[in-house]
């Protein structure tokens, strides 16, 4: 079992930054396949980047040079760093881990098996 905590959510204007955060505990989540994916209510999960535990990021086309994925294993947290923010992107943020996905299949548009609570984010245009 893992645990998942986001926090870093915030109402922020467009082209505006924010770093979301994970802590995660339990069952060494450093060791799988982590990431984050987002959901505006009423509409499908779109996955944002997936980071292996060999360090290997990926990340789905809207996020590539303008979002960050990292981790601090030795902390067991998550970040998404977010920069050029655009209203198309409040949703809630979900910090998630997968124990089987690993390589090519830790990837955004892989679902994840575990997901916390979520954080929201807010774009103002």
């Known amino acids: 079992q893992v645990q998942l905590v986001e926090s870093g959510g915030d109402v922020v204007q467009a082209g505006g930054s924010l770093r979301l955060s994970c802590a995660a505990s339990?069952?060494?989540?450093?060791?799988?396949?982590m990431g984050w994916f987002r959901k505006v209510a009423g509409k499908v999960g779109e996955g944002v980047a997936a980071i292996d535990s060999d360090g290997t990021i990926r990340y789905a086309d809207f996020a590539k040079g303008r979002f960050t994925i990292s981790k601090d294993d030795a902390a067991n947290t998550l970040h998404l760093q977010m920069n050029d923010l655009k209203p198309e992107d409040s949703a809630m943020y979900h910090c998630?881990?997968?124990?089987?996905?690993?390589?090519?299949?830790?990837?955004?548009?892989?679902?994840?098996?575990?997901w916390g609570q979520g954080t929201p984010v807010t774009v103002s245009s």
């Open positions: 339990g069952n060494t989540p450093s060791l799988y396949c």
């Open positions: 998630a881990v997968d124990f089987f996905h690993h390589g090519p299949s830790c990837h955004p548009s892989q679902p994840f098996g575990s």
